[in-house]
């Protein structure tokens, strides 16, 4: 793995509508194990955001603490980033949103980050549909500590160490079903054709949008015991359907057959298609979702792709009916009502 | 039978059950006192619950401006049968003791030194009310009736606060004022007015207000440019929120589009709470919570994020007694240790100390300038006394033309123009503080990555020793900046040139001290004072204690906290500062800090009463 990043541009490089390339989406080297399937999330990320047109410095990213929580060093260089403390990166991203909800705002979590240490964090900004892409990077044990299973781990699955996990495990997506999630997906670090798309339609999501997306653990979590590894993951696999982004400026000019394939138009003009593979799954339900997640487990798959979105929901800023203009920027003026108004208030209180 | 006999001067204490309604009826007797020019100091003394336990509400009358707690009852008007006995014992020898004499006072419970006053309320409740509601409520009423005629208030002042309160609501304002009659005639028909304590019109108060300190930094907030206010409920601090949003839907909501210019959240718990305020400081926006010592335990590690992070958090702890849950709805000063070293590792955090509800109108509001020029957490220690009961103060005060220190921030065109990389943490102007910019800026320049991690100065993860420890000590540079930037102490020389004592005293422990000391000074003993206002002392602090021959430092907790804090930040030896404390969930009074201070300079106690002599004797 080589440390230094060439500075030289190819000029073809291709650009997107503002004229940046990929690589201004880029971060730092990462420092994670060669093949962690973190890092190609990030990748995902960069892609996403290119394809998307974002202004880099209008994303901020967020994260708590765990081999997960590190990655936003290696995506989006130019984008502020602030690396919290551990399961606590929900209230850092609600408060950052409440002060300026003109950016868009990236979680990258872990599943030790979410479904342990921050479940209460989790669970209530999920609860107040805050305005943010939330990633759990899924690799069902604690990396940086070296493999102790965590919450996410299924029962039986063994890590490195050979013991098999003993609990029961926490499903972050039906988890974020039940608490009004307004956009769940499922997917895995190594289905990128999947994985982009679906990062793309969360951003441009108005809501809480979350992607649990299962990530193994080369080092800890990848032997043949475990359900996170990537041969099992490989092996179980079960899509809802590919998913199309199609921006707003774009024009749609395939059209899809009828009962086989969804259309949801997000709030910012943008189109989602999902060409189901299960012709069960509504994709406005939550119990269809659920259901299905249920089922597909017991058949030993997991579930990935698009499982759920109300795209016509109100986010924590409509719910309190905060200004349009972003609180930070309003200055005195709007803020300060002066000492007039506490010579009426003083002469109340004699 | 001796009789106590005072105009304007006395202390008067109220025995309910909480739930009942007496809180408005005791209210409006403390406010009509006020009303006729006399200064007073009214506090609830209240149980952690919501309906049928006792629940008490003291006000001291003092013409001369006096405060704080004085200590004793003069006047008890008993409305709890729970609490009867107790209350009949506390009761100064000549004082009065008012009573519902519907039933018969238990003859065990009598005392021959103090005067009885029995009013039948309930059976004048029955007689002229019919529902049962209006029975309790109106009781409240025709007792405050029954003291005007006892104690001489003027009833047109008492009619005059009905009006103000039920404005526009004729038919309430009626049946109150014919409530406050029924008790006022009882009163004069069947006992002398008045009685030997008394008040008397006077023009005491001036301009001044009657306001709760929480209320008053609620205030703070909004005339400081607060926009988001994250919060968990908890006693004795949730009002301060109340009062941002009640007075936030007065004065932020945009009139054009109704919308509002401030975002209130109820978080799942203090650490969350304390979290949004870091994520909206750093995004740019002032930022604020309040909380209790239970909170503080649980913000902790966020506040040594903010502090290594360098992340503006402001946050008001009201003081309640610990440790743990301790006494919920009791006061103490005992948070202020854990607040100036919140979390691992090496922090410190700057602290301020209203006293009066003024101070934390002004402090709050300069909390978000100190916090932003800063760049660090600044913590408001208040109390329960303070926050909760209404104290009389000087009008809130804003300067129009104050504007906002926003502090080191980076704007686009700051960046545009600039050649050089921009460091995050780089000492540029030498006085520890570095530049900011807020996410979104700038295309391609002033990003960094916010982390709880050591780094350079440049915002990139480092383990290096030496980067680590540069930027420590720049941390260190940081807090003398802050020394000189924090509000100075309030320093009142007895005479010229300072007297041998010196009292330090900090919060809620003012209105107490200052009484103590005009007590001492008529005694002829001259003391000199010096009230902590900010945290890093001032070199004032090192100064006083270095001056005085003999130094009281007044704790309202068991250990000493501010003391240890002198020894720990002022490289004072422990023997040089005597403490006195207290503890017991009440305010201190005057009282005991005047026998303290007596008992010690008499030689009563054992310990040394001159350092000076004693560090030579060592050497």
New interface residues.
């Given amino acids: 793995m080589t440390y230094i990043r060439p500075a030289f541009r190819h000029p073809d490089l291709p650009r997107n509508d503002l004229g940046f390339t990929r690589k201004d989406y880029e971060g730092a080297i990462s420092t994670l194990c060669a093949g962690c399937g973190h890092d190609s999330i990030s990748a995902a990320i960069v892609q996403a955001c290119f394809e998307l047109s974002i202004?880099?410095?209008?994303v901020?990213k967020?994260s708590g603490i765990g081999c997960s929580s590190k990655t936003?060093?290696y995506f989006l260089?130019?984008?502020?980033?602030?690396?919290?403390?551990h399961g606590?990166m929900?209230?850092?991203?609600?408060?950052?949103?409440?002060?300026?909800r003109?950016?868009i705002y990236v979680g990258v979590s872990g599943d030790g980050d979410t479904a342990s240490i921050g479940m209460?964090?989790f669970?209530?900004a999920v609860r107040?549909n805050l305005n943010m892409m939330y990633v759990v990077e899924n690799n069902g044990c604690y990396g940086l500590t070296k493999g102790q299973d965590s919450a996410t781990a299924d029962i039986g699955s063994a890590s490195k160490k050979g013991e098999p996990n003993h609990f029961e495990p926490i499903d972050l997506a039906s988890v974020a079903l039940q608490l009004g999630a307004t956009f769940v997906a499922r997917s895995f670090s190594g289905d990128r054709e999947q994985l982009v798309p679906l990062i793309k339609a969360a951003i441009s999501h108005r809501g809480f949008a979350f992607i649990d997306v299962i990530s193994p653990c080369v080092t800890f979590n990848n032997n043949p015991k475990s359900t996170k590894g990537y041969e099992h993951v490989r092996d179980h696999l079960a899509a809802t359907g590919t998913v199309d982004y199609v921006p707003f400026k774009q024009e749609i000019s395939t059209q899809y057959e009828q009962g086989k394939s969804k259309e949801v138009t997000l709030h910012d003009g943008s189109v989602v298609h999902l060409h189901k593979a299960d012709p069960e799954l509504d994709l406005n339900s939550r119990r269809s979702a659920l259901r299905l997640i249920k089922d597909y487990k017991a058949k030993d798959q997991i579930l990935t792709g698009l499982l759920f979105m109300d795209e016509k929901s109100q986010d924590?800023?409509e719910i309190?009916?905060?200004?349009?203009t972003p609180?930070?920027d309003?200055g005195?003026a709007?803020?300060?009502?002066?000492?007039k108004?506490?010579d009426k208030?003083?002469e109340s209180?004699? | 039978m001796k009789r106590i006999e005072a105009v304007n001067d006395f202390v008067i204490k109220f025995a309910n059950v909480n739930g009942t309604g007496s809180a408005s009826a005791n209210n409006m007797f403390a406010k009509s006192l006020f009303r006729m020019g006399l200064p007073i100091s009214p506090k609830n003394i209240f149980p952690s619950n919501i309906q049928g336990l006792p629940t008490w509400y003291e006000v001291r009358v003092n013409e001369k401006g006096y405060l704080g707690r004085r200590g004793g009852v003069d006047m008890m008007v008993c409305m709890n049968p729970q609490s009867m006995a107790k209350d009949i014992q506390e009761v100064e020898a000549g004082g009065y003791f008012f009573y519902d004499s519907s039933k018969p006072l238990d003859l065990r419970m009598m005392r021959s030194d103090i005067h009885f006053i029995g009013v039948p309320l309930k059976d004048l409740c029955q007689r002229e009310y019919s529902d049962a509601r209006q029975q309790q409520l109106f009781r409240n009423i025709i007792y405050v009736g029954a003291l005007s005629a006892l104690l001489d208030i003027e009833f047109d002042v008492l009619t005059g606060l009905v009006s103000d309160q039920f404005r526009g609501k004729e038919k309430l304002i009626t049946s109150n004022v014919r409530a406050l009659e029924i008790g006022y005639h009882y009163a004069a028909e069947h006992y002398q007015c008045p009685l030997g304590i008394r008040v008397e019109r006077r023009d005491a108060v001036g301009d001044q207000i009657l306001i709760d300190g929480n209320t008053a930094a609620s205030l703070g907030a909004i005339y400081g440019g607060a926009t988001v206010a994250a919060w968990y409920p908890i006693t004795p601090s949730t009002s301060v929120v109340d009062g941002f949003d009640k007075y936030c839907k007065r004065l932020r909501i945009d009139p054009g589009s109704g919308s509002k210019n401030y975002a209130i959240v109820q978080a799942e718990d203090e650490l969350a709470a304390i979290g949004m305020v870091i994520g909206a400081s750093w995004n740019g926006a002032r930022a604020f919570t309040a909380t209790s010592g239970p909170g503080i335990s649980l913000m902790s590690e966020f506040l040594g994020l903010a502090y290594f992070a360098e992340i503006p958090t402001v946050l008001i702890d009201v003081q309640r007694a610990g440790p743990s849950t301790g006494m919920p709805t009791r006061t103490q000063q005992s948070d202020v240790l854990a607040c100036a070293y919140a979390s691992h590792g090496d922090t410190k955090h700057v602290l301020l100390f209203p006293a009066t509800p003024r101070e934390c109108f002004e402090m709050t509001a300069e909390a978000f300038d100190l916090a932003e020029t800063l760049q660090t957490p600044v913590i408001m220690l208040t109390d329960l006394d303070l926050g909760m009961n209404d104290t009389m103060s000087p009008p809130l005060v804003w300067d129009d033309k104050r504007e906002y220190q926003r502090g080191k921030v980076f704007n686009e065109e700051q960046l545009e123009a600039m050649s050089e990389r921009f460091g995050r943490y780089l000492d540029v102007d030498g006085d520890g503080i570095p530049y900011r910019t807020y996410p979104g800026t700038h295309p391609t320049k002033g990003a960094f990555f916010t982390r709880g991690t050591s780094r350079d100065e440049y915002a990139v993860y480092t383990e290096d020793g030496e980067a680590y420890e540069k930027n420590m000590q720049r941390l260190l540079k940081k807090w003398d900046t802050a020394k000189n930037l924090v509000p100075m102490p309030e320093i009142i020389e007895a005479k010229k040139g300072g007297a041998n004592v010196g009292v330090i005293h900090f919060g809620t422990s003012r209105d107490a001290t200052l009484e103590a000391v005009d007590a001492l000074a008529t005694e002829g003993i001259v003391v000199d004072t010096l009230r902590i206002r900010g945290f890093p002392f001032h070199k004032s602090v090192d100064a006083f204690i270095e001056q005085h021959d003999t130094v009281f430092v007044i704790d309202q907790n068991r250990d000493a906290q501010m003391r240890t804090l002198l020894v720990n930040e002022c490289l004072v030896s422990p023997r040089d500062l005597i403490s006195i404390l207290n503890y017991n969930g009440t305010p201190i009074s005057a009282r005991k800090i005047h026998d303290e201070i007596i008992a010690v300079l008499r030689g009563d106690n054992v310990r040394p009463l001159h350092k000076k002599k004693m560090a030579k004797e060592s050497v």
């Fill in positions: 202004a880099p410095h209008k901020a967020l936003p060093t260089g130019n984008s502020h980033g602030f690396n919290s403390v606590r929900p209230s850092v991203a609600t408060g950052a949103n409440l002060a300026n003109d950016l209460g964090q669970t209530h107040r924590l800023h309190l009916g905060t200004s349009k609180l930070r309003l005195a709007e803020l300060c009502p002066g000492q108004v506490l208030l003083n209180l004699r």
